[in-house]
């Protein structure tokens, strides 16, 4: 790695000032409507096999800064005779439709990539999401980092049992890292494993710690992250406070560390709003209210059984999120909120429409299988319909 204080360092270190106002600037552009990856439910480098829903625009941003001045500077230092170096990454994503979305990351000055910035164009596919008790769910991405000019790609899987959740990749590099290497070193590939994961203290609190190194290419040193991510109550956004000891969020940033410092950081979610209802133009026509044939107005229910299951809609989240139920079986929404909220098909196959404060809608469901939906208001609110098999 370079040393702490050079030139390239200096000239590109971005002030606190500027890094809060852009921050500012994207959270008042962004009202606090849309679907994101809450950070509740990943590790710091670790995005897990997580993909937005179709046709929502997602916007994360991650900075990481160390003191630089006298050779002990510590983070104690950036109240007095130290200066603060910044590390941003940026990282926007788009659901282009289920179980796919494509994105851009961001980070200037990259070590990595040998001081240059990093632009990673990616595209990232789910085949597999929530499968068996244990929620297994995979997720391939491929992606292109313009700083090395490498094709880059990963293999991500997840399970979620009970109040933890468990990370894996393994990542490909096929020229990266150019930052590490020699002059005279060309065309070397590179191959890294990564593991994190996360125990969820409660709703809005999750404690997070990953690793990743490098079993072939470039020589690196372990990279590592360890976090406290919190969920801001009644709103999409979720905040993780950080130390580390990479430079990036790229595939190639969080897969090697610096062997001597120590980096401090946040990361925050800015969800952008109304993208997920803008792509229902290009839809086709919906029938009254967003309900379809097997559908009622919200308090106005269609029975067809005699079996009822009820989902309580309070504090901003589906009580019970995933239910298990047999063919045939009605599930009632219930909103206890003081807003408006909807049960909306991920797949689009259905829509309560809004359904208001004390209001009820309901759905019978007989298809076997996993029915995921959201709020549509508020798409950070998830649940799951398990339609189990006849008989079982």
Known sequence: M???????????????????????????AAPPQAATQPLTERTDNLQGAWITNPQNLH???????????????????????GAVSNYPTFDLSYGLFEGAMGGVKYSSSSRV????????????????????????????KGAYNGGSKSLDGAISAEVRPGPFFV??????????????????????????????????????????????????????????????????????HTLSLM??????????????????????????TVPFSGFARWGKIFGGEE???????DTAVAGRPVRRSD???????????????????????????????????????????????LVGPGETWEREFSEPGRHTYHCTPHPFMTGTVVVTEPGS
């Open 2 to 28: 370079p040393p702490a204080t050079d030139p390239l360092e200096r000239r590109r270190s971005w002030s606190p000032a500027t890094v809060l106002l852009i921050v500012a600037v994207a959270a008042v």
């Open 59 to 81: 916007f994360q941003f991650s900075h990481r800064f160390r003191v630089i001045g006298p050779e002990d500077a510590g983070v104690e230092d950036i109240f007095t005779s």
């Open 113 to 140: 990539a040998g001081g240059v910035n990093e632009w990673q164009p990616y595209l990232k596919v789910a085949p597999l999401r929530g499968v068996g008790p244990a929620e297994l769910s995979v997720a391939v």
């Open 167 to 236: 990370m894996g990749a393994v990542r490909g590099f096929q020229d990266g890292f150019r930052g590490l290497r020699p002059d005279s070193v060309r065309d070397q590939e590179g191959l890294a494993l990564a593991a994190g994961a996360g125990v969820r203290l409660n709703r809005y609190l999750t404690l997070t710690g990953d690793v990743s190194d490098l079993v072939a290419g470039p020589d690196g040193e372990t990279a590592w992250s360890a976090g406290l991510h919190v969920g801001i109550p009644y709103t999409p």
């Open 243 to 268: 130390a580390t000891n990479v430079y990036s969020g790229t595939l190639e940033g969080v897969s090697v560390g610096d062997g001597e410092h120590v980096f401090w950081g946040f990361e925050f």
């Open 287 to 293: 029938s009254a209210g967003g309900a379809d044939a």
């Open 307 to 353: 079996r009822v299951v009820e989902i309580e809609i309070s504090d901003f989240a589906f009580e019970g999120a995933t239910v298990r139920v047999p063919p045939g079986t009605i599930v009632r929404w219930v909103n206890r909120d003081p807003v408006a909220h909807t049960a909306t098909s991920d797949a689009g196959g259905w829509d309560s429409g």
